[in-house]
């Protein structure tokens, strides 16, 4: 489902950073491990085709994401790939409702205004469906933003750093989360962090 092949990647003026390949089967849970500086959040990106690749091969759900033209990756990830960032990135002029929906217009999806209020109310925010992100509260937000990248019904999640900030609870609360919406669409999880209280509850890890 999510496989990588001597990927290498450089941002202007910087070191090379070569990643370990990895192959992540279809519905399995991964945590993504290094410490700050390791490269994890560019190498999501390069598997969100947020970034393009040195050298390398990244294949996502059959795809070559290499061979995509920009417009095509950008649309194929927002069908295929639900990403979760450390910021939520909300367009604060638009309610909770139209930042789902807009996610299911750039993706070339249909808009389903009754699978945008099951997510949120499954994730105890349905109450929030006409609220400004402004109004929210950061774990409010952090439901949210779950509830968008899941709403094209990914095949792939990937989660930056989702616990970073959070106390033992609510790291808790979160993970669990994303573990159980992950299995419900049958979706493939990736959760990239440095947190080490994560490292006992996934047994497949990949090591930067």
């Not at 849970?29 to 390398?56: F, I, M, P, V, Y």
């Not at 994560?198 to 047994?203: P, S």
């Amino acid at each position: 489902m999510l496989q990588t092949s001597e990927l290498e990647f450089s941002y202007a003026g910087g070191s090379i950073l070569r990643f370990p390949d990895i192959d992540c089967g279809k519905a399995e849970h991964w945590l993504l491990l290094g410490q700050s500086g390791s490269g994890k959040t560019t190498l999501l990106h390069l598997l969100g085709g947020l970034l393009s690749s040195k050298s390398g091969r990244i294949t996502v759900a059959g795809k070559q994401m290499n061979e995509l033209s920009v417009g095509k990756r950008d649309k194929f990830r927002g069908r295929n790939i639900g990403i979760i960032f450390q910021q939520s990135h909300f367009i604060k002029s638009l309610s909770v409702e139209e930042n789902l929906m807009l996610a299911q217009k750039l993706a070339g999806a249909s808009i389903d205004r009754d699978r945008i209020a099951q997510l949120l109310k499954q994730l105890n925010v349905g109450h929030k469906l006409k609220s400004k992100p402004e109004n929210l509260s950061v774990g409010e937000q952090q439901r949210v933003a779950i509830a968008r990248a899941l709403v094209n019904q990914p095949a792939i999640i990937l989660a930056d750093e989702p616990t970073s900030a959070l106390d033992d609870h609510n790291c808790e609360e979160v993970i669990r989360l994303l573990e159980k919406e992950a299995n419900e669409v049958g979706a493939t999880l990736l959760v990239v962090t440095h947190d080490g209280r994560l490292k006992e509850r996934f047994e497949k890890k990949i090591i930067l």
